[in-house]
C-alpha cells in the first residue's frame, strides 16, 4: 500500500455518525479523503465528479485534440513539401485575401475572453453565468463561423485547379470541419444547460467544452500564418 | 441505508425470490435518496445488486446495445480472429498457385487482389484489432476497473471495425478488392492507373479501422492513466498494461498519418486534387512518408502487445516475478520512440539523401537494444525460476526462436546497400513474416491459451495444444525459411507464376507444403476451442497462480467484475500481500455503475464516477459515419449532406435522460 493512502486512514468513526454523514452527501464539504476502515478503503465521500485532469472527459479530449493536432501538423508537412518542390508558389491561382483571414484571427482570439468566463462559471458551479457566458460564447462562434464562409469565397483558387489548390482547401477544411464539430459540441452543451435540474457532470462538460476551444483557438494560429502568408513568401 | 455487510464472506442466496425483494428495497431506497454502497464479499446483498445494475438486457437488443469491455473485447478477437483465417486462406490460395512454375489456378488480376487482401486484412483488420481487442478485455481487469474509461466509445469502434472489414470484404465478393499492394502505393492507386472502385474500398477501410483504433487508443489510455486500483502506482503496474499503455500512445501519434494519406489519396480519386499528381505539381512520394510514417510504428504496436503477453506468461510459468521488471518498462518506452525514427528504411529504394539513409539505418540497428534487453531479462527470469512448461510458456519459445531470426534479418535488410539488393523480393517477404508471425502471432496464441479460461471459465486442452504448437512452428519455418534463399536467388514479390527454367520451383513447392502444415496446426486450434467451450476443464479463478488482478475474480468474470475493487500493495498482488493494509474498496454504489478515478502517478483514490449506460446510439452512430464515408465517394452533396445523420447520432448518444440524470443527483458530491 502507498503511503499517502495509508496515512489518510483515520480514526474509525462509529455506524451512526457514518450514515449520517452519508445521508447528508449533497452538504458536507469534501474535503474527506477515502478512509480507511478495517481491510475496507471506503470512498464513500469522494466527490462524484472532478475538473480538469480529475475528469476523465479531460483526457479523451486531450487525446482527440492530439489526434487532430498530428493531422494539422502532418497537413502542414504536406503542404511545405508540395512547395518546396514547385517552382512558382502558388503555382496556379493567387494567394488568399489577407482580410476575411485575419479578422477571423482576430475573432477567435477574442472568443478566448466568453470562453474563459464560461469555464469559470462551471468551475464555480454557476449554472447561471454558465448559461449567460455560453450564449455570448455561441453568439461569438457564429460571428466566426460566417466570416469563414467569407473566407472561402476569397482563397482565390479552386482544389482542382493544382497541387498548391489542393493543399490550400485540405488545411484549410480540416480545421472548419473541427470548428464546425466544436460548434456543434457548444450548441449541445448549452442546451443541456437550459434542460433542469442541471447535474455537476454537465458543469464539467461545459469546462471540457471550453478546453477544446483551446486547440481550435491555438491551432488556427500556425494554419492562419501557413494558409495566408505560406504563399507570401 | 443498507450499508450491507462489512465482512467479505457474509452470505445471502441469490434465489430469484430474494433478487427481487432486493429490487424493490433498492428502489424504495432510491426513492428516498440513499444508495447501497458495495465492499461486502460475493453473496451478499451488495453483490446482488451489483449484478442487477452491471447486467444487460437480455435478448438481441442487450447485444446490441451493450458497452461491457468484455463482451466487446471478446468481439474483437473473435472477428479479428475470423479475418485470420480468412486472410490465411488467401494465403493459402497464393501457395498453391506458386506451388509449380507457369500455374493457372489464378490469374494475375485474381493474384493482385489475393495478396492486397491478405496483407490489408492481416495488417488492418487482424493484428492491430486482435491486439486492440485483448488490451480492451485484458486492461480494465488488469488494473482493477469495472470497465472501460468510455465504454460507449468502445462499442461505436467496434462496429466501425466491423463495418469497415465486411466492406473490405463484401467488395472483394463482388470483384472490387483492393489490389495495389497493402500499402497502396500511389499512381498505381491513385485515379489515374486505379480504375473501378477497388482502391475506394481501401481508403475507406482505412478511414474506418484507423478511426476504431484511435478511438480504443485514447480510451485505453485513459484507463490506464486514471483508472488503476488504488494503490497500483505506475511502478506496480504489470507489464501487459505498460505495453498496451506504450502501444496506445503510439498509435495516437501514428495512426493520423494513414488516415491523412488515404483521404489525400480520396480525394484525388473523387474530387480531382492533385497531392500525388506530379503534372500538377503534387508528389508521389510523399505518399510513401506518411504511410510508413504510421507503416513502421504499425509493425511495433502489433510487436509491444505482444511483448507485453510474453511478459505477463514467463513470471506466472517461471513461478516468480520479473527479472528486471523496470529495465523491460524502460525498454518498452524506448521501443515506442524509436519506432518512429525508422520509416525511411522502408523506401531505401528510391531517390533520397544518402545521409538521411544512414540515419535510418543508425535508428533501425539501434532499436535491436531495447527488445535484446528484454530477451536477456525473460531468459534470466526462466533460468532463475521454477519452470512450468505449459503451452503458453511452449509459444513463448517458439517466439524466441522465431523473432530472433527475423530480428536478425531485419539488422541485414536495414543496412542500404544489402535492401537493394533484396529489395521487394521473398527475402523481404521472409523477414518480415518472421518478425510479425514471431513477434504477434506466437506470443498471441500463447496468450490465447494462457486467458482462454479467464475468457470462459475452460482450460483448453494441452494435449491438443502441444501438436498444434509443433505444427504451427515446424510449418512456419517449413514455410517462410525458404523464401529467404528464394529471395537472394531473386524471386520476386507479388508475381503471380514464374518460369521453370528460373529454378525456383522446388523451394516454392516446400513452402507450399509448409503452409498447409500451418493451415492443419490452425484448424487443430479452432478444434481445441470448440471442444474446450464444450467440455474443457473448468478452470477456476486462478487456474495458473498467476499474480495480476485478472486472476482476482472469477472465470469468466462478472458483469461488474470485481465484486469490491481491489487495494494493491505490490507488484505481484495475488502472490504478496503486506498484512497491514486495506484489501478492497468500499462504499461505490453498488446501485447504479460506479466506479473509482484515481491519481495518475500513486494511483491515489480521487473521484468516483458513473460509467455511462449501455444505448443503442453507437451502434447507430457507426452505420451514420459508414453511410456517410460512402456517400462522400459517391458525389461531392454526400460529404455534406452525408454528415447530417451522424450528427444527430452523436447527439443523441450524448443527450443525458431523466434517469441518469436523476441518478448523477442522487450520488452527486461536489469537488
Known amino acids: ?233 | 441505508m443498507s450499508s450491507g455487510a462489512r465482512s467479505l464472506s457474509a452470505g445471502i442466496g441469490s434465489s430469484a425470490r430474494s433478487e427481487r425483494a432486493l429490487r424493490e428495497q433498492a428502489d424504495a431506497l432510491v426513492g428516498r435518496g440513499e444508495v447501497m454502497l458495495d465492499g461486502a464479499g460475493w453473496g451478499s446483498k451488495a453483490a446482488l445488486a451489483l449484478e442487477h445494475s452491471w447486467r444487460d438486457e437480455p435478448g438481441v437488443m442487450g447485444w446490441l446495445k451493450t458497452n461491457d469491455h468484455k463482451r466487446i473485447g471478446k468481439r474483437f478477437v473473435v472477428t479479428a480472429f475470423l479475418f485470420f483465417a480468412a486472410g490465411g486462406l488467401l494465403a493459402a490460395l497464393m501457395r498453391v498457385q506458386l506451388a509449380f512454375p507457369d500455374n493457372r489456378v489464378v490469374g494475375p488480376d485474381l493474384y493482385n487482389q489475393l495478396f492486397t487482401m491478405h496483407g490489408t486484412t492481416m495488417m488492418f483488420i487482424f493484428a492491430v484489432p486482435i491486439m486492440q481487442g485483448m488490451a480492451v478485455y485484458l486492461v480494465p481487469l488488469m488494473v482493477g476497473t469495472r470497465n472501460t474509461a468510455f465504454p460507449r466509445m468502445t462499442a461505436c469502434a467496434y462496429w466501425l471495425y466491423l463495418m469497415g472489414g465486411l466492406s473490405l470484404w463484401g467488395a472483394f465478393a463482388l470483384n472490387a478488392g483492393a489490389d495495389a499492394g497493402w500499402f497502396a502505393y500511389v499512381p498505381l492507386a491513385g485515379p489515374q492507373y486505379g480504375i473501378g472502385k477497388r482502391a475506394d474500398f481501401w481508403n475507406n477501410l482505412i478511414n474506418l479501422t484507423e478511426a476504431m483504433g484511435l478511438m480504443v487508443a485514447v480510451d485505453i489510455t485513459t484507463v490506464i492513466l486514471k483508472m488503476r486500483a488504488p494503490g497500483m502506482s505506475l511502478r506496480r503496474m504489470p507489464l501487459f498494461v505498460w505495453a498496451s499503455l506504450v502501444t496506445s500512445l503510439m498509435i495516437i501519434f501514428a495512426m493520423p498519418s494513414v488516415m491523412l494519406a488515404a483521404n489525400l489519396a480520396q480525394f484525388d480519386r473523387t474530387f480531382g486534387t492533385h497531392f500525388f499528381n506530379p503534372a500538377d505539381g503534387g508528389d508521389v512520394l510523399i505518399w510513401q512518408h506518411l504511410f510508413w510514417f504510421f507503416g513502421h510504428p504499425e509493425v511495433y504496436f502489433i510487436f509491444l502487445p505482444g511483448l507485453g503477453f510474453v511478459s505477463s506468461i514467463i513470471p506466472t510459468f517461471a513461478r516468480r516475478p520479473m527479472f528486471g521488471h523496470d529495465a523491460v518498462v524502460l525498454s518498452l518506452i524506448a521501443t515506442g520512440f524509436l519506432s518512429f525514427g525508422l520509416w525511411v528504411h522502408h523506401m531505401f529504394a528510391t531517390n533520397l539523401p544518402e545521409l538521411g539513409k544512414s540515419f535510418f539505418t543508425a535508428m533501425s540497428f539501434m532499436i535491436a537494444i531495447p527488445t535484446a534487453v528484454q530477451i536477456f531479462c525473460w531468459i534470466a527470469t526462466l533460468w532463475t525460476g521454477r519452470i512450468s512448461m505449459r503451452v503458453p510458456l511452449l509459444y513463448v519459445l517458439g517466439f524466441f526462436a522465431i523473432l530472433v531470426l527475423g530480428g536478425l534479418t531485419g539488422i541485414m535488410v536495414g543496412s542500404v546497400p544489402f535492401d537493394l539488393q533484396v529489395h521487394d523480393s521473398y527475402f523481404v517477404v521472409a523477414h518480415l513474416h518472421y518478425v510479425l508471425l514471431g513477434g504477434a502471432v506466437f506470443p498471441l496464441f500463447g496468450a490465447f491459451f494462457y486467458w482462454f479460461p479467464k475468457f470462459t471459465g475452460r482450460l483448453l486442452d494441452e494435449r491438443l495444444g502441444r501438436w498444434q504448437f509443433w505444427l504451427f512452428f515446424i510449418g512456419f519455418n517449413v514455410a517462410f525459411f525458404p523464401m529467404h534463399l528464394l529471395g537472394l536467388y531473386g524471386m520476386p514479390r507479388r508475381i503471380y507464376t514464374y518460369g521453370a527454367d528460373t529454378g525456383w520451383g522446388t523451394l516454392n513447392l516446400v513452402a507450399t507444403i509448409g503452409a498447409a502444415i500451418i493451415a492443419t496446426s490452425v484448424l487443430l486450434f479452432v478444434v481445441n476451442v470448440a471442444r474446450s467451450l464444450a467440455k474443457g476443464e473448468l478452470a477456476g479463478d486462478n487456474p495458473w497462480h498467476a499474480a495480476t488482478l485478472e486472476w482476482a475474480t472469477h472465470s469468466p468474470p462478472p458483469a461488474f467484475n470485481f465484486v469490491a475493487i481491489p487495494v494493491v500493495a505490490s507488484r505481484e498482488p495475488l502472490w504478496a500481500r503486506e498484512a497491514d493494509e486495506p484489501t478492497h474498496v468500499a462504499g461505490l454504489s453498488a446501485q447504479t455503475r460506479e466506479g473509482l478515478v484515481t491519481t495518475v502517478l500513486d494511483a491515489l483514490p480521487d473521484v468516483r464516477y458513473s460509467y455511462p449506460s449501455p444505448t443503442i446510439w453507437p451502434l447507430i452512430a457507426a452505420i451514420t459515419v459508414v453511410g456517410w464515408l460512402f456517400a462522400s465517394n459517391m458525389t461531392t452533396s454526400g460529404m455534406f449532406w452525408g454528415l447530417i445523420p451522424p450528427a444527430i447520432a452523436f447527439i443523441a448518444w450524448y443527450w443525458p435522460t431523466r434517469k441518469e440524470t436523476a441518478e448523477q443527483l442522487l450520488l452527486q458530491r461536489r469537488p
Open chain 1, 1 to 233: 500500500m502507498s503511503e499517502s493512502v495509508a496515512s489518510s486512514a483515520p480514526v474509525d468513526e462509529d455506524r451512526a455518525s457514518r450514515q449520517r454523514r452519508i445521508r447528508r452527501r449533497e452538504t458536507t464539504p469534501a474535503s474527506v479523503p477515502a478512509v480507511r476502515r478495517g481491510n475496507l478503503l471506503d470512498v464513500a465521500d469522494l466527490p462524484s465528479y472532478g475538473f480538469g485532469t480529475r475528469s476523465l472527459m479531460w483526457w479523451g479530449t486531450a487525446g482527440m485534440s492530439a489526434i487532430e493536432g498530428m493531422g494539422f501538423a502532418l497537413m502542414i508537412v504536406v503542404y511545405f513539401d508540395l512547395k518546396s518542390r514547385s517552382a512558382v508558389w502558388p503555382n496556379e491561382g493567387r494567394a488568399p485575401d489577407l482580410l476575411w483571414g485575419t479578422l477571423n484571427l482576430g475573432l477567435a482570439l477574442l472568443s478566448a475572453v466568453p470562453n474563459i468566463f464560461a469555464d469559470d462559471a462551471a468551475k464555480n458551479h454557476d449554472i447561471r453565468k454558465s448559461r449567460l457566458w455560453l450564449l455570448v460564447f455561441v453568439i461569438f462562434g457564429l460571428a466566426l463561423l460566417g466570416v469563414r464562409w467569407l473566407e472561402f469565397n476569397a482563397l482565390n483558387v479552386r482544389w482542382d485547379a493544382s497541387a498548391y489548390g489542393s493543399a490550400v482547401w485540405v488545411l484549410f477544411g480540416l480545421h472548419t470541419f473541427n470548428l464546425l464539430t466544436n460548434y456543434l459540441d457548444s450548441l449541445v452543451v448549452a442546451a443541456v444547460l437550459f434542460k433542469k435540474p442541471v447535474d455537476g457532470k454537465r458543469l464539467v462538460d461545459v469546462a471540457e467544452n471550453a478546453g477544446y476551444w483551446w486547440f481550435i483557438v491555438v491551432s488556427w494560429i500556425p494554419i492562419y500564418a501557413v494558409v495566408y502568408w505560406g504563399p507570401r513568401f
